[in-house]
């Protein structure tokens, strides 16, 4: 065992009531600055232009806009809907916006109305609920792992992209507390890179040991037999267990059943969407190509040049094998269901 479990304490989302303020991921790893949230119209601009990224912290961001938005509104009750519409539009994949803000919404249809008091309890509710699932699944995922492996993370799961230690990354710093894991490889995760700039930026502040691999060099590792796990989190699961995650995803968990490595996908139940049969149907977010020319170090983009952005994929349940939420550990055929449903 290696000492405490690794939760850094880092988190990427401040309210103190007043002031929401949110550490700028856009200009991670060389830079910690932390951007001021004045209202709710700017933090739908944050979730919309990655400041604040990953399903659980852009849910918890929204919650928290939606108090400064009660608070702009003064009991005005449609001008608050609209601008929950709005924060709810940001982005269109991960259902924790839409979940957190469908919480929001119901909080106040009470006697209280659109109460800042009231609302803001709630948003702290949906925070700590955060926190606290990421413990749990971290405690579940780490369980699953066996001995000495090596695994392959993508994309950003940690504090930056949740409320509290993180999903994948979660389970990642508690199977090497543990001393369960011998190698950890992280994608780059292009185009946006949140693998070598802002996983990377966690690890070594986890003092976890870590190598950066282009996506390409999945395949080769995986037949290398370096990795026995991909862990990932996720945006979106349906009822069938369909898995949508960062663009990239759905090809490592071909490579991984080809090369007989399991596939571990972790995320809390505000991730899970049981209304949505199977993943066929999720909107899948396409962004500016422009990003994908700036990874390549392409400002001036040449004539005749062109490219496709999308930034999510979609991973057939039945290529993962495990799925860990707060709840525990649920094996293949998934069967996600509406809470209270019959
Ligand atoms: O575009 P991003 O950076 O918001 O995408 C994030 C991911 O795909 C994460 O894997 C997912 O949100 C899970 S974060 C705990």
Known sequence: MRGEMEDSGFRAIEFDGHRLRLIDQRLLPATEYWLEIPDAEAAARAIRDLVVRGAPAIGITAAYAAVLAARECRGDSGAWNDALDRLERARPTAVNLSWAIARMRRCAEGPGGVDPDALLEEARRIHAEDIEANRAMAQAGAGMLGDSVG?????????????????????????WRRGRI??????????????????????????????????????????????????????????NGDVANKIGTCMLAVLARHFGVRMMVVAPSSTVDPNLPSGASIDIEERDPAEIWRAAGIEKV????????????????????????????????????????A
Do not use: K
Request: charged share 15%; hydrophobic share 45%.
């Open 302 to 341: 040449p004539a005749g040049f062109d490219s496709y952005n999308p930034v999510f994929d979609v991973t057939p349940g039945h290529l993962v094998d495990c799925i860990v939420t707060e709840q525990g550990v649920h094996s293949p055929p998934y069967r996600f269901t509406v809470p209270g449903a």
């Open 151 to 175: 695994v392959l993370t993508h994309c950003n799961t940690g504090s930056l992209a949740t409320g509290g230690i993180g999903t994948a990354l979660g389970v990642i710093a508690e199977g």
């Open 182 to 239: 011998s190698r950890v490889y992280a994608d780059e995760t292009r185009p946006w890179l949140q693998g070598s700039r802002l996983t990377a930026w966690e690890l070594a502040r986890l003092e976890i040991p870590f190598r950066v691999i282009v996506e390409g060099a999945a395949a080769s590792l995986m037949a290398a037999g370096a990795v026995d796990w991909v862990i990932t989190g996720a945006d979106r699961i349906t009822a």
